[in-house]
């Protein structure tokens, strides 16, 4: 193993010196000029190669461009309910992170020592936080939802699906530019633009791409009339797209994000307590009306920086094969205050200041031969996170001010050797099989400080992870490895139709407990004993898929549907403290996952298109383990898995979605759409307490837009929240800080109109 191990290091090593040479290029983008071929067809690269969307064996879905237009999304969340159990919001209190979760399956803490279970890639790059995630889509060519574990194919594993986003790249050839401009309720300006060039005739090509976007805030403090939850973000993005050869094309590509918010308020639905006095009510306005408290003084916000670069290159090499190499650099750098309890008090107020960089390197070697097609590739990545947070909380103890600095670092160096091959034994039949081997090794280190005021400095304490711990629990070092397999088998009963059942494991990285203050955060005492436990072990996932695909009555009726099973186990849960201020984080056992999926897309007429998605999730819990003395106040602190269900996995997604054009004539044509959603109910936090929970909600949409002729200018009115429907997006849980349950709200009814060009 350790041969092995050194073997795929130094094959990195090599790659990166090579990546260093060779230019490089994006691993899902660089194949595809479309989302949609002849007859609109929908072409992806979810298996690293051109293919319909039907002769992929994968659950998958696509959005193109016009896509995300009809649905009126600016942002990521803006998919929100409209692929089959996928719930993706924006979380943890911040205007820029991305709460992703698909098929139950998502990150339990926003914290950088948690892994997310959904990976997003830009361009083939993958991003590891979840902060700065929650992305504009101004310059999107489309976003690919793969649903279920991923690994054989992509740089990093996942085990619960990727959002994959694709940019459009500079044509070669031909001149074109596009803008927008959007003006909306609560003084919302919304400015897009794009231009892509030619330099050099069919040899190089630039992009540049830039969002502006500025709203004021939808939720007021009553106490001093402020405005929070606001938009205030900047985008840009330049591409560079070079063919030197007709074997060669090199693709340089830099982003730039800057947002400048005020504080991102919930709602507090439980009573505040110091001690055991009641500081503020739950739900202290009464029923939600877009109002909520905080005691920052109004100068504190939210600010990120977020940026990076990629060399990427497509080599071809003969008639078989070919070499793909995908070298990037990312800098983050988010300064986030929060008010956890959402009061006008200083129970639960924080800072998190966060200094983010990773460098990834991948190869990839792609071969399609007649009967046989696949890609071998390796990976690595080398991130370091470093950040400092200050809790404020004079409000909580009553007797005197308290205080808490925490200054950590995390370095993760992850290696990976992965392959996938397919090898079709007849025109129908075809056998897919994969494997890859993941090895990452992971420091962290920590000093925690609490300050105490007059009359009580006597209690200031200093607690250091690892130092503070006994060896040999006091490395700070871990190393976490898994073999992922995956086998599918596909039969096509007809060149429009495709059967396909498969199984794959899925793998998610080990850690440290990020919310470390004290010891009792990682031990316990069991039969009287201190048991540490430093690091919390890595998930797995084997998931077990059926599914059918199809296109009918020469492509105006499409179809798919999957069934699928997960066994799910060492369920990595942030769970609610047996004391004041403790934050353990448990393996707490196995899930029990398992659904359906159906899409459909149809064209009754030739200016009518109507889709619907559905998706059916049962996630339970086989066992949660909380053996902790005296229990916790957690999911399940009795060991009864019928009173637990996993948290942000509602039963039910569904999307209904339809337009029709109406012709004109010479003046031009007029469009009618809109869409449906519903998320059934779901918890919203590990602790299954029903005040952080989502009793489900309908969302609905409308736009109406006109188009001159010829298609080059467009005007478009569109409402998004139609009914002014209330629905809980995330919740926090820190019942053990001041009972702290907190709840975030999507936004209200909102009004735009926008007008814009295309050529």
Known sequence: ???????????????????????????????????????????????????????????????????????????????????????????????????????????????????????????????????????????????????????????????????????????????????????????????????????????????????????????????????????????????LRAMPTETLEVIVSGDYTRQRNALTLGYATAPVLQGATVLAPANPYGAYDYKASTSFKGDEGQRLDHWGASLTANLDLGDVFSLTSITAYRKLRPDLYIDIDATQFEIGDVFVGIDQHQ?????????????????????????????????????????????????????????AAFGQATYDFTEQLSLTAGLRYTRENRRYNRSTSTFFGPGFTAFNSTFKFPDGLPAPFNTGKATFEAWTPSATVSFKP?????????????????????????????????????????TFRPETVWTYETGAKGSFLDGRVRLSANAFYSDYKDFQARVGGSGLGVFPVLNAGKLRIWGFEAEAAVRPATNWNVRASFGYLNAEYKEFNDTRQPPAPSCNPTGNAITCQPAFAPPITLT????????????????????????????????????????????????????????????????????????RTDGQEFSSVGNIQTVYLGDPRTYSITAGFRF
């Open 359 to 415: 460098f990834s390197q991948e190869l990839q070697l792609k071969w399609d031969m007649e009967r046989f097609a696949g890609v071998f590739g390796l990976y690595y990545l080398n991130e370091t996170v470093a950040s400092h947070q200050e809790a404020y909380a004079d409000d909580l103890l009553g007797y005197t001010t308290f205080t808490r600095t925490i200054d950590d670092e995390q370095n993760t160096k992850s290696y």
């Open 1 to 239: 193993m350790m041969a092995a191990v050194s073997m795929i290091r130094k094959t990195l090593v090599l790659g990166v010196a090579l990546g260093a040479l060779l230019p490089v290029s994006p691993v899902l983008a660089q194949d595809t000029a479309g989302v949609v071929a002849d007859e609109g067809e929908i072409v992806v690269s979810a298996r690293r190669r051109d293919e319909r969307l039907i002769d992929v064996p994968v659950a998958v879905t696509a959005f193109s461009q016009g896509d995300l237009e009809k649905l009126q999304s600016v942002d990521l969340a803006g998919l929100q309910g409209a692929s089959p159990n996928l719930n993706i919001v924006q979380g943890r209190g911040s205007a820029a992170s991305a709460n992703i979760f698909i098929r139950g399956m998502g990150q339990p803490d926003a914290l950088q020592t948690f892994d997310p279970a959904v990976g997003i890639y830009v361009d083939g790059v993958y991003l590891s936080r979840i902060q700065g995630a929650l992305l504009s889509l101004g310059d999107v060519e489309r976003i690919e939802v793969l649903r279920g574990p991923q690994g054989t194919l992509y740089g990093k594993n996942t085990i619960g699906g990727a959002v994959s986003i694709v940019s459009r790249k500079p044509d070669l050839g031909v001149l074109k530019a596009q803008g927008a401009a959007t003006y909306g309720s609560y003084e919302q300006v919304l400015l897009n633009g794009y231009v892509s060039a030619p330099l050099v005739a069919d040899k190089v090509a630039l992009s540049v791409a830039g969002q502006w976007d500025k709203r004021d805030g939808l939720v007021t403090d009553p106490r001093t009339g402020r405005k929070y939850n606001d938009r205030d973000s900047l985008t840009g993005r330049a591409i």
């Open 656 to 727: 209904l979605a339809s337009d029709y054009t109406i012709p004109l004539g010479a003046s031009g044509s007029l469009t009618l759409g809109g869409d449906a959603r519903f998320v059934d109910k779901h918890f919203l936090s590990v602790d299954n307490r029903n005040n952080l929970s989502e009793p489900g909600y309908w969302l609905a949409n409308a736009y109406l837009q006109y188009d001159a002729p010829g298609g080059r200018y467009y005007v478009r009115g569109g409402v998004k929240n139609l009914t002014g429907s209330l629905y």
């Open 494 to 534: 007809s060149a429009d139709t495709l059967i396909y059942a498969s199984a794959s494991r899925g793998f998610k990285s080990g850690g440290f407990n990020g919310r470390a203050n004290s010891i009792a955060d990682v031990s316990q005492v069991i039969d009287g004993q201190r048991v540490y436990f430093p």
